[in-house]
T-cell receptor, first 115, second 112 residues
């Protein structure tokens, strides 16, 4: 079964440092999403890509977060500088076409701890 | 603004019993309502989904009941098993947007 690959699985970083997460979606999936899940809460969308273009980044804290999907395949999410409140699970998901009703597949996530 | 409210926060059910999780939404433009199951250390996985043109959808032991007028939907897990112990999230999307809006989750524990 095809999977969304994410790395690293766990990351511990000091406050004010830079951190980056990588996601490789299911082959052929044009739409890629980054979600943040704070412990005990549901995931919240940070950014959505259609191919290499950003279609929704309204909830992305752009002063410290950036995301790219240069060739429309894999994607990187960066935080610089990291803050204590950024501690969360960062989930990547992909779908064949835009719209949740085409079926999202989530990766296993990157657990970030900022100390 | 929380657009999808989920309850209860946690639930303990005996093996073989029925687990019921409820969600309510505010945005009448939502037109797709999935439920996700999440095990510790894993990403959410789609369990079952419904559109507002039907009032119920069943897949195996899992059933979604949908009440459009009340803007509520619920997940019923029949014959609950210890392997069903996980966190369950309701979600909604639609209204021209593509993103999923998730509820706050229900931690289900099925005891022997």
């Amino acid at each position: 079964e095809a999977e969304v690959a994410q790395s690293p699985r766990y990351k511990i970083t000091e406050k004010s440092q830079a951190v980056a997460f990588w996601c490789d979606p299911i082959s052929g999936h044009a739409t890629l999403y980054w979600y943040r899940q704070i412990l005990g809460q549901g995931p919240e969308l940070l950014v959505q890509f259609q191919d290499e273009s950003v279609v929704d980044d309204s909830q992305l804290p752009k002063d410290r977060f950036s995301a790219e999907r240069l060739k429309g395949v894999d994607s990187t999410l960066k935080i610089q500088p990291a803050e204590l409140g950024d501690s969360a699970m960062y989930l990547c998901a992909s779908s064949l076409s835009p719209g949740a009703n085409y079926g999202y597949t989530f990766g296993s996530g990157t657990r970030l701890t900022v100390v | 603004q929380q657009q999808v409210k989920q309850s209860p926060q946690s639930l303990i059910v005996q093996k073989g019993g029925i687990s019921i999780i409820n969600c309510a939404y505010e945005n009448t433009a939502f037109d797709y309502f999935p439920w996700y199951q999440q095990f510790p250390g894993k990403g959410p996985a789609l369990l079952i989904a419904i559109r507002p043109d039907v009032s119920e959808k069943k897949e195996g032991r899992f059933t979604i009941s949908f009440n459009k007028s009340a803007k509520q939907f619920s997940l019923h897990i029949m014959d609950s098993q210890p392997g069903d112990s996980a966190t369950y999230f309701c979600a909604a999307s639609g209204g021209g947007g593509n993103k999923l809006t998730f509820g706050t989750g229900t931690q289900l524990k099925v005891e022997l």
